[in-house]
């Protein structure tokens, strides 16, 4: 009698992991941002941040009015990541993957949709608690106090076998929390102090995602076996 294979649960961001929003946020930004306040100098990736209104120097106020602008406007132009795609599109089937990403529930439309366009596999799409517009001190949350939030109310069963990330803070929380597999995802200014922190699994790229995900599938099939 054949064994059938365990659910492997993946938990994924979807900005800078599945697509490429930083280069989008930025084309964006430098249309408008007051370049006399930076000395004429463009907004690059060095200067990305989760808090937006600080990267734009505006207040609070003028920066929740941008984002909305940005979200309603441009958000659903993100590109995906083609690689990403590939990856998660040929995910064997007992992988369970859902999006969960720092963007504001106000998004909830444009995102799902966006996910649904670009990565079908992907099930839910769950709003982290993360979202600085009008809390100025909310990027500084991690997720996974949003996870032990959605495994209380039912949303999610359990804790999953792996995060992917592009935010450090939000891989060590996950691995404070007894999350597996915690992956840093990508090479951006913002996360390379991090990527040779003891205990975190840091991929570049797409390609060796899949390959740490499928050694880490075949790992949890063994032990239960």
Known sequence: MSVE???FHIV???DNVQGLT???ILQWSNTWVNRNARANQALTEHDYREDFHRMWGVSLEEGNNRW?????QHMKDIPPEPEMQRVIAGLPVNVVIDDLTSRASH???VTSQWVRTHYPRVGKVLHALTDWTNDPHAHKKTKAASLSKFISVGTLASLPDMIVDDEPKHVAGC???GIEHCVLYGNYPWNRHAQSTEGVVWLPTASLLQEY???AVELKETRVA
């Open 5 to 7: 294979a365990p659910v």
């Open 107 to 109: 998004t909830n439309e």
């Open 12 to 14: 994924s961001d979807i």
């Open 68 to 72: 909305s602008e940005f979200c309603s």
């Open 213 to 215: 995900v499928e050694e």
């Open 22 to 24: 930083v280069g989008k």
């Open 175 to 177: 691995m404070e929390i």
